[in-house]
């Protein structure tokens, strides 16, 4: 962990407000004092392929880091669905409405 955050030029108290940590558990997790879960590790690897990226990146390649490829999917068909419902729903109805006003109009006796 220290070899990342030295790497990116960072000092424990910067890392510590990226990931969302204070000093003393940077600290800590850089002596082997505390674990460093699975989620940190992640966490920590995504800053760092981040920070790694030139500055005139595109946008869609930190899109596609942020974003796990399934739940992409899973947005795309849901907007998909989204517009096929907007769609239907836009279409005029070559149903008539049926009204009171129309009803009286065509059978008065009836209402």
């Known amino acids: 962990m220290r070899a ?6 960072l000092t424990q108290l910067e890392l510590g407000e990226l990931l969302g940590y204070c000093v003393f558990h940077i600290n800590a997790q850089e002596r082997g ?6 989620y940190t590790m992640a966490h920590l690897s995504l800053v760092f392929a981040i920070h790694s990226l030139p500055s005139d990146a ?4 930190l899109q596609e880091m942020l974003i796990p490829p399934t739940l992409a999917a899973k947005r795309a ?12 729903r ?12 129309n009803l009286r ?4 006796k009836d209402l």
Do not use: D, F, Y
Request: with cysteine; glycine share 2%; net charge positive.
């Open 4 to 9: 990342w955050r030295e790497a990116m030029g």
């Open 33 to 38: 004092a505390h674990a460093i879960c699975n």
């Open 58 to 61: 595109p946008v869609s390649i």
């Open 77 to 88: 068909k849901a907007a998909e669905r989204l517009a096929a419902r907007k769609a239907k």
């Open 90 to 101: 836009s279409k005029p109805s070559k149903r008539k409405q049926t009204t009171r006003r």
């Open 105 to 108: 109009q065509n059978n008065p």
